[in-house]
C-alpha cells in the first residue's frame, strides 16, 4: 500500500517518496544511504536533526504499513482480467488508446479522452461503461465525466495536466463564493471535471494525477494570475461518487473538491505537495452531504481536509450546508495548516461531522475552527475521537477573529454559531501550546468538551499552554491543566464527552467486485 511519508516533502524528491510504495522493503539501506549523502554537506547539528527526521520518517512508515490495507485498495490482476471493488461495474470497457491516446508525456490527449468520454456516455443506460488508461505518461487539458462512468487508471499511469495555461477553459465563480480565492473573476477549471452526474467512480491501481504545479505556483506568488488557479478534481451537483486507490500529485491549488453532492465515498487516496506550495488543501468537502473520507494519507502545503459551505453573504444566501460527514484513518502531514478545518468558508453551515483515527505530525494543529464576523452559518455537533499527533505547534485551535471577505459587502451582524464541540481520546507529543480557544466577543461559542486527552509539551513550550476567551465548555482527564473557562469535571467523567454510535447512510453503501477481460481493455 502506497504510504506518505512526506512531512520533509519540501526537502526531498519525488523520487524519495516512491521508493516507498513498499515501505517495508529496503527501508534501512535507504535511511543509511540518505544519512550517508547528507552527513558531508551538514554541521554536527544539522545532521543531528537529519537523523531525528529520518527515525521519526522510518516510524511513520512503519506503523502505517503495520495497519495494512483495505477493502477499496485491493486489485488484483489474474490472467486475461482484471478485478477490484467498486460501488458499480460496468456493462461495457475502452483504453483510451482507441481513441488515440498516446503516453508518451508529450502528446496532448485532451481530445482523446473528451472523445473517449463522450463516446462511453451511450452506454449510460446499457450497464455503464469503463475507460481504462494504460500504463504511459498521458499528457492531457481538462476534460468532462459523464454519468454511469468509471475511470480506471492502470498503477504505472500518469495523467499529466497540461503546462499550456491558455489552454485552460474558465469557468464562472462557484455561486456559494461569489468570487474567485485567486482572483476576483472566473476560474480555471480543473483538470477532471463533472458536473450534474449520477454514478461516478475514479478510481485505479493507486494509479497517478499530476497536476505539474510548480508554473501555478510561481504565477500565483508574482500575482501573475487573472483567473483563479484549477484543481485537480472537482465534481459539482452530483450524486453517488467514489474516489478511491490514486495518487494525487503537486495540485496547482486544492487537490479533491466535492461541491455541491451526495453519497461521495473517497478511500485510500494518497496527495502528495510540496509543505511550502500554496492552497495545496488535500480534501476539501463543500455544501456536501452524507461524504465518507478514509485511509488518506496527505502531505501537504495547506489544510489536509478542509471542511466548507460558502463565503460570506454568497454562502448564507446559497444555504447549503456540509453535513453527515465521516473522516477516518486520515494521515496527515502539514507543517503550516490543520489535519482537519472547518472553514473558514463554512457561511452555510457545518454540522454533524464525525472524526476518527486521526494521526498528524509535523502539523500545525489537529482541528481548527476558522470563522469570523461576517461569516455567518453554524458549525455544530463536531465529533473528534482518537487523535495520535506529534510535534504540533497547536492541538486545539479554534478562531473566531478570521479574515479574508470575498468582498466589501459582508454584513457585519452575520454572527457563526458555534457549539457542541467533542474532542476525546487524544495523544499528543512535542506541542508548543495545547490550545487557542478564541471566540467572539457578545458571541460565545459555547458547548466545547475535551475529555481523556494527554498533551506532551515542548522544552520549550510556551509558559501558559492553553489560551482562551469568549468560549464555555468542561473538561475530564486532560493534561496539562485546561484554562478556567473549561473546568475540570473529575475523573469520573472522562467519558462524558459524545460520539454517535448510529450508523450514516454512507456507511451502508453496497461495495461491489467488478471484473473485467483484459482483452477488452
Not at 473520507?293 to 478542509?306: P, Q
Not at 455537533?381 to 459587502?409: E, Q, R
Not at 489560551?467 to 473546568?487: A, H, R
Request: hydrophobic fraction near 35%; glycine fraction near 10%.
Amino acid at each position: 500500500m502506497p504510504i506518505i511519508l512526506g512531512f520533509l516533502s519540501y526537502k526531498y524528491s519525488q523520487k524519495d517518496f516512491m521508493l516507498f510504495q513498499h515501505p517495508t522493503k529496503h527501508i534501512s539501506h535507504y535511511i543509511l544511504q540518505k544519512l550517508t549523502m547528507e552527513c558531508c554537506h551538514k554541521t554536527r547539528s544539522h545532521l543531528h536533526l537529519q537523523m531525528r527526521e529520518m527515525i521519526l520518517l522510518f516510524v511513520v512508515v512503519m506503523v502505517v504499513a503495520s495497519m495494512g490495507g483495505v477493502e477499496g485498495r485491493k486489485v488484483r490482476k489474474i490472467e486475461g482480467s482484471l478485478e477490484y471493488t467498486a460501488i458499480s461495474c460496468r456493462g461495457h470497457s475502452a483504453s483510451i488508446v482507441e481513441f488515440g491516446g498516446v503516453g508518451d508525456g508529450k502528446t496532448l490527449n485532451t481530445r482523446a479522452f473528451q472523445e473517449a468520454v463522450n463516446s462511453l456516455s451511450q452506454y449510460g443506460s446499457d450497464g455503464g461503461a469503463q475507460l481504462y488508461v494504460p500504463a504511459g505518461q498521458w499528457l492531457t487539458g481538462s476534460f468532462n465525466l459523464t454519468s454511469h462512468f468509471t475511470l480506471f487508471l492502470h498503477k504505472d499511469a500518469t495523467l499529466l495536466a497540461s503546462q499550456d495555461i491558455n489552454g485552460w477553459p474558465v469557468i464562472d465563480p462557484l455561486p456559494s463564493y461569489g468570487h474567485g480565492r485567486d482572483a476576483a473573476g472566473g476560474r480555471y477549471i480543473s483538470l477532471i471535471f463533472g458536473t450534474n452526474l449520477t454514478d461516478v467512480v475514479i478510481t485505479g491501481d493507486n494509479g497517478t494525477i499530476d497536476g505539474q504545479g510548480l508554473l501555478w505556483w510561481q504565477k500565483f506568488h508574482g500575482k501573475k494570475l487573472k483567473y483563479t488557479r484549477p484543481y485537480l478534481l472537482e465534481i459539482m451537483y452530483s450524486d453517488t461518487i467514489q474516489i478511491s486507490n490514486l495518487t494525487f500529485l503537486n495540485s496547482p491549488s486544492w487537490n479533491v473538491h466535492p461541491v455541491y453532492s451526495s453519497n461521495i465515498l473517497i478511500q485510500g487516496i494518497t496527495i502528495l505537495a510540496p509543505v511550502q506550495s500554496p492552497n495545496t488543501d488535500g480534501i476539501n468537502p463543500d455544501s456536501c452531504s452524507n461524504t465518507r473520507i478514509e485511509d488518506t494519507y496527505i502531505v501537504s502545503g495547506d489544510d489536509c481536509v478542509a471542511v466548507k459551505s460558502g463565503w460570506d453573504e454568497y454562502g448564507i444566501s446559497f444555504a447549503m450546508p456540509t453535513d453527515h460527514l465521516i473522516i477516518r484513518r486520515l494521515t496527515c502531514i502539514s507543517p503550516y495548516s490543520a489535519a482537519i478545518a472547518l472553514g473558514s468558508e463554512m457561511s452555510g453551515g457545518i454540522q454533524d461531522v464525525r472524526a476518527e483515527d486521526i494521526v498528524a505530525i509535523n502539523t500545525e494543529s489537529a482541528v481548527r475552527i476558522k470563522t469570523g464576523v461576517g461569516r455567518g452559518g453554524f458549525v455544530k455537533d463536531i465529533y473528534v475521537k482518537g487523535m495520535t499527533l506529534h510535534t504540533m505547534k497547536w492541538v486545539f485551535w479554534i478562531t473566531g477573529n478570521y479574515g479574508s471577505h470575498a468582498d466589501d459587502h459582508w454584513d457585519p451582524n452575520a454572527i457563526p454559531i458555534i457549539q457542541n464541540i467533542n474532542y476525546m481520546d487524544v495523544v499528543a507529543e512535542n506541542v508548543t501550546m495545547a490550545a487557542r480557544l478564541e471566540g467572539i466577543s457578545g458571541d460565545t461559542f459555547k458547548g466545547i468538551c475535551i475529555s481523556n486527552a494527554t498533551i506532551g509539551m515542548r522544552v520549550k513550550a510556551k509558559k501558559v499552554p492553553w489560551t482562551c476567551s469568549d468560549i464555555e465548555g468542561v473538561t475530564s482527564g486532560v493534561v496539562p491543566k485546561p484554562c478556567d473557562l473549561l473546568p475540570d469535571q473529575g475523573p469520573d467523567k472522562v467519558g462524558m464527552c459524545t460520539f454517535p454510535q448510529e450508523k450514516l447512510d454512507i456507511d451502508n453503501i453496497e461495495i461491489k467486485k467488478c471484473s473485467y477481460l483484459m482483452s477488452s481493455l
